[in-house]
């Protein structure tokens, strides 16, 4: 439910010119690889930009937001319960766009290094969105919203099971690891 509740602000946040480029890297016959697809919010977001045959490669470790997920592309998408500790078990061929939405933030710096080299190693792009950055906004403003922040900061920072998370830093490094692998970054 908190998934269905963000999603029109996620939506909102995300970068047009981006997401314009990111249909246009998948090709005229697009195979989508989406990292931790929950219950398809990039599919739906990326899907209105793409051909009614792309096809997707949704991954998750949560069999219902899989099943979720696959709704939205009826007979197009394919579901695989994977543990995102495994990154050589990721379904890469035939893929021409690989897409991680809401994700990396929550993993430590060594898995988006890995993940770069895989991809890079396959010739393939990456669409990544939804990084959260450690600044919030309070209205109206309270005197102890510096600790509320600093106190979430340091929980997007804890492990989530593949070591310390980058949290908020995570979309300067997660840039800084992908050009290092070689990739044009925007």
């Not at 398809?40 to 949560?62: C, E, F, I, Q, Y």
């Not at 080299?117 to 969105?129: N, S």
Request: aromatic fraction near 6%; charged fraction near 25%; proline fraction near 7%.
């Amino acid at each position: 439910e908190w998934l269905s509740l963000r999603e029109p602000a996620d939506r909102a946040a995300r970068d047009a010119t981006l997401l314009a480029r990111a249909a246009q890297v998948a090709g005229p016959e697009p195979v989508v690889l989406d990292l931790g697809c929950g219950t398809g919010s990039t599919l739906r977001t990326l899907g209105g930009h793409l051909p009614d045959t792309a096809r997707w490669h949704l991954v998750d470790n949560d069999p219902a937001l899989l099943e979720r997920a696959a709704t939205e592309a009826p007979g197009r998408a394919t579901v695989h319960a994977l543990d995102l500790r495994d990154l050589d078990a990721l379904p890469l061929e035939g893929v021409t766009l690989v897409t991680a939405s809401a994700l990396l933030d929550l993993m430590p710096t060594e898995w988006i290094a890995a993940l770069a080299a895989r991809l890079a190693g396959a010739g393939l792009p990456f669409y990544a969105a939804l990084s959260y950055d450690g600044i919030m906004r309070w209205e109206p403003e309270l005197p102890r919203d510096v600790d509320i922040t600093s106190a979430f900061n340091d929980h997007q920072r804890g492990d989530k099971g593949l070591g310390p998370a980058l949290g908020p830093d995570a979309a300067t490094m997660a840039a800084r690891i992908f050009r290092d692998a070689g990739f044009d970054v925007h």
